[in-house]
Nanobody, 125 residues
Framework: QVQLVESGGGLVQAGGSLRLSCAAS????????AGWFRQAPGKMREFVAS????????FYADSVRGRFTISRDNAKNTLYLQMNSLKPEDTAVYYC??????????????????WGQGTQVTVSS
């Protein structure tokens, strides 16, 4: 069992930056794929970014590519999302997730086995 706890959300002006963290319990996390998803009010949850267990491959939604960077520190059991050049449309609750299967498509939310509770990111114009 893996528990995930997000932090680092908040209110920021457009053009600003935030760094989200996701602390995972359990050593198994270092073997899992991991990702970030977000959900804005009235919208469906959407994929943001994901990373393979060893950091060897990363994937991004077109809307954030070039602005966001996903990374992980397996020694610290922590997943990160560096968000730069934030836009009002990035406003959402951001969730981290972990996937036990190494071969999953990490862009699909249904593939994930564990989810955090979410952290709010609000970008003002």
């Amino acid at each position: 069992q893996v528990q995930l706890v997000e932090s680092g959300g908040g209110l920021v002006q457009a053009g600003g930056s935030l760094r989200l963290s996701c602390a995972a319990s359990g050593r198994a996390f270092s073997w899992y794929g991991a990702g970030w998803f977000r959900q804005a009010p009235g919208k469906m949850r959407e994929f943001v970014a994901s990373i393979r267990w060893n950091g060897g491959s990363t994937f991004y939604a077109d809307s954030v590519r070039g602005r966001f960077t996903i990374s992980r520190d397996n020694a610290k059991n922590t997943l990160y999302l560096q968000m730069n050049s934030l836009k009002p449309e990035d406003t959402a609750v951001y969730y981290c997730a972990a996937d036990r299967e190494m071969s999953s498509d990490l862009r699909i939310g249904a593939e994930y086995d564990y989810w955090g509770q979410g952290t709010q990111v609000t970008v003002s114009s």
